[in-house]
């Protein structure tokens, strides 16, 4: 058995633009793991952007296709996947995933997750009249289920290397020879 195949996969939880994706894609090249992002791969099974998703079919149509992804990527072994800040609002999803993996939940402040998605077009939960106010409301609801975790990080002031770099080190050990059951 190849020592890929001994670790566990490596998944990231968190609110929207704490850095989930960035980190994921440094850590799966560091490691040399396949690297998934769940809202590409929604895009891909329902054919459509999701903006579009929610704008069509609304955010339970976005949550079932998030759900199925969920369960298939799960079948992956010894992979990175970055979740949408949604995912965790399912505890069937948290449950799936946790009997992979490891689960990072990347957190960031209420004004740097403002400041680094103001300009982003690509957020419909945030297309709205104060998105400062929404983004603190939505946090303030998925406190709870964010803090079903292994190990957290906060990114405020980081670069996504650095955040790769400092969870490379905390969980070293935890990757090597750890079989995925």
């Known amino acids: 058995m190849n020592s890929q195949s001994k670790r566990k996969s490596i998944i990231f939880t968190g609110f929207m633009g704490t850095g989930k994706t960035e980190t994921g894609k440094i850590v799966a090249k560091k490691l040399n793991m396949s ?5 590409d791969l929604i895009e891909q099974k329902a054919g459509l952007s999701i903006n579009d998703i929610f704008k069509m079919y609304g955010e339970a149509c976005f949550r ?14 010894s992979v990175v996947i970055a979740c ?4 965790v609002l399912n505890p069937e999803n948290i449950k799936v ?3 992979r993996g490891i689960i990072i939940n990347l957190c960031a402040s ?10 982003s077009a690509d957020r419909p ?6 998105p400062l106010m929404e983004i ?3 946090l ?9 975790y292994d190990f957290t990080f906060n990114t405020d002031g980081l670069m996504a290397n650095e955040v790769a770099d400092c969870i490379l080190n905390k969980l070293n050990i935890k990757l090597v020879d750890c079989e995925v059951t």
């Open 136 to 138: 603190k409301k939505l």
């Open 110 to 119: 209420v004004e740097v997750v403002y400041e680094r998605l103001k300009n």
């Open 84 to 87: 949408g800040g949604g995912v």
């Open 97 to 99: 995933l946790r009997q």
């Open 35 to 39: 690297f998934f992002d769940t809202d």
């Open 125 to 130: 939960l945030l297309k709205c009249k104060n």
């Open 64 to 77: 079932r296709i998030e759900t199925e992804v969920i369960k298939e990527i799960s079948k992956e072994k």
């Open 140 to 148: 303030d609801v998925r406190k709870s289920v964010y803090a079903d």
